[in-house]
């Protein structure tokens, strides 16, 4: 089995494509002075920004019934009333969801500053055992939101 990345997108203070994000980081431009974002920079709801970042990819998705489709979603710090962050997550993901069109099998990590990549780990896992023939994968820093 082969695995592909069709693409990758990211929304940061830095910018709002990942071309921007990292020509700032490159210029060793930092997002915050002083403790504040960096000026025009507007925080916006996890979830927002998860569906720029997300719609930014769809022009590049391979065409895949909405049933093969998965999501795979990690967020570090998930401040809401729910102990667990199930609120802001879930906000997130049925953005997600319906934005892409996904509707296949949803997962969640949630394992602190790892929980990105845990989630690009179950995307994988997803793809390679054949329950997803498309996966998006990603996360977010709730506490940013």
Do not use: H, N, Y
């Not at 989630?119 to 506490?143: E, F, K, N, T, W």
């Amino acid at each position: 089995m082969r695995i592909i990345a069709v693409g990758a997108s990211a929304v940061s203070a830095l910018g709002p494509s990942l071309d921007r994000t990292f020509a700032a980081l490159v210029a060793g431009r930092s997002s915050v002075a002083g403790g504040t974002p960096t000026p025009g920079f507007a925080p916006a709801p996890a979830a927002a920004l998860a569906v720029q970042a997300a719609r930014a990819l769809a022009a590049r998705l391979p065409a895949v019934p909405p049933r093969r489709r998965a999501l795979c979603l990690g967020m570090s710090a998930v401040p809401s009333a729910d102990p667990d962050g199930a609120d802001l997550q879930g906000e997130t993901a049925d953005a997600l969801l319906a934005a892409l069109d996904i509707r296949g099998e949803v997962r969640f990590a949630r394992t602190s500053c790892a929980a990105s990549a845990t989630a690009v780990a179950q995307a994988m896992d997803l793809l390679a055992s054949g329950a997803a023939d498309l996966v998006i994968a990603g996360g977010a820093d709730g506490a940013s939101g």
